[in-house]
């Protein structure tokens, strides 16, 4: 018994028939998280940053955060 190859048009339904069938049973992306942690958020309402002066001293220096 010999075997038979399929055809250039066989190959591509079978890829499609299997793409379409992973697209319909594949599961969703998960979403990254949008929440911000609490202390992020009090940091943006008190308008922190990362390398702000905190003060100068008399001598010039200066202190940063």
Do not use: Y
Request: without cysteine.
């Amino acid at each position: 018994m010999g075997l038979k190859t399929a055809s250039g048009d066989e190959a591509a339904a079978v890829a499609a028939a299997i793409a379409r069938f992973e697209a319909e049973t594949g599961t969703a992306p998960a979403e990254a998280p949008t929440a911000v942690s609490p202390w992020q958020r009090a940091a943006l309402i008190e308008g922190v940053g990362a390398k702000e002066i905190v003060q100068e001293t008399e001598g010039g220096d200066k202190w940063l955060s």
